[in-house]
C-alpha cells in the first residue's frame, strides 16, 4: 500500500514515515487502544479518500475494532483462510458468468419481450414489467448491478415514454434490480450461509435461507407492482400494450431459446 500511495518516492516515504509513527504511537506511548480507535478511522478514512482500495477500509475498520477492545487480531487471517479453502466457494463466481453470458445472449431482451406479452396490457404495466423483469434477471446473475447494465438500456426508454419520470424510472430499476436477491438461485444468500456456517458453531442450510427469503421476496414484488400501478393511474394508458394471445405465446416460445415460431413446428 505504501508503494501505491504515490508516483513519486517522496511521498511514498512520507506515507512510510507517517504509517511508522502512527504504528509507534500504538504501540508504545501507553495510551490505552480505546481512545486511538478514533483516530485511527479517521486516518482509514483519509487514506480511503486518497484512493485506497475499499478492501483495506473493510478489513482494516476489522482489525480497528478488535484491537481498540482489547481483542486478539489474529483469528482475522485465519478466519480468511478458512473461506478460501471452502469447497464450495469456487463455484460462486459461475453463478456470475452465467448471469453475464444470460445478458450477452440476448435473453434479455428476450424475457422483457415475455413479460411485456403476457403483462403490459395492465394498468402500470411498464413498471409491473421492469419489477418482474428485473427481479426474475437478478436472482441469475446475483449481481443487481448487471441486472441494470444489461435492462437498463431496454426498460429505461419504455418507462419514459410511459409517462413515468426520469428519477422513478432509475429508481424503479434500481430497487428492483435487487429484489431478485431473495430468491433462489441468487449468489448472495448462498454466500451468507456459507460464511456463516464456517465458524463450525452454527450451521445454516442454504435451502433454509431461500425458504425464509422467499414470502419476503414475494412481498416486495407485490408491493413495488402496486406502486406501479398507482402510479400508472397518472400516466393513463401511456405505455400499455394490448393483450394478444399469439403474441404472448410466441414471446413465451422464443424465451426458451427457440428462434422459429412455434406455428412453424
Request: glycine share 12%.
Amino acid at each position: 500500500m505504501i508503494w501505491n500511495a504515490s508516483e513519486k518516492w517522496c511521498w511514498r516515504a512520507v506515507t512510510l514515515v507517517l504509517s511508522a509513527g502512527f504504528i509507534g504511537l500504538a504501540l508504545f506511548s501507553g495510551v490505552p487502544p480505546e481512545k486511538l480507535r478514533w483516530p485511527a478511522m479517521i486516518v482509514l478514512a483519509i487514506a480511503v479518500f486518497l484512493g485506497a482500495p475499499i478492501f483495506t477500509a473493510l478489513g482494516g475498520i476489522a482489525l480497528i475494532m478488535l484491537w481498540s477492545a482489547g481483542e486478539p487480531v489474529s483469528p482475522v487471517p485465519l478466519k480468511h483462510y478458512q473461506l478460501t479453502v471452502n469447497a464450495t466457494l469456487p463455484s460462486l463466481p459461475l453463478f456470475t458468468l452465467a448471469g453475464y453470458f444470460l445478458a450477452e445472449g440476448g435473453a434479455a431482451k428476450r424475457l422483457v419481450r415475455l413479460f411485456q406479452a403476457w403483462f403490459g396490457s395492465l394498468r402500470g404495466g411498464p413498471a409491473i414489467v421492469t419489477t418482474l423483469v428485473c427481479a426474475f434477471f437478478t436472482s441469475f446473475t446475483g449481481a443487481s448491478g448487471a441486472t441494470i447494465l444489461a435492462l437498463g438500456g431496454v426498460l429505461m426508454p419504455v418507462l419514459l415514454a410511459a409517462r413515468y419520470s426520469e428519477r422513478s424510472s432509475l429508481g424503479l430499476l434500481t430497487g428492483a434490480g435487487s429484489l431478485g436477491m431473495l430468491f433462489p438461485p441468487c449468489l448472495p444468500p448462498i454466500l451468507y450461509a456459507i460464511i456463516a456456517s464456517s465458524g463450525g458453531q452454527v450451521s445454516i442450510s442454504i435451502k433454509e435461507i431461500f425458504l425464509g427469503g422467499f414470502l419476503p421476496g414475494v412481498l416486495l414484488v407485490v408491493l413495488t407492482g402496486w406502486w406501479g400501478i398507482r402510479i400508472g393511474k397518472r400516466a393513463g394508458d401511456a405505455g400499455r400494450t394490448p393483450f394478444v394471445a399469439s403474441e404472448a405465446w410466441t414471446a413465451t416460445w422464443a424465451a426458451n431459446g427457440n428462434c422459429s415460431s412455434p406455428s412453424s413446428r
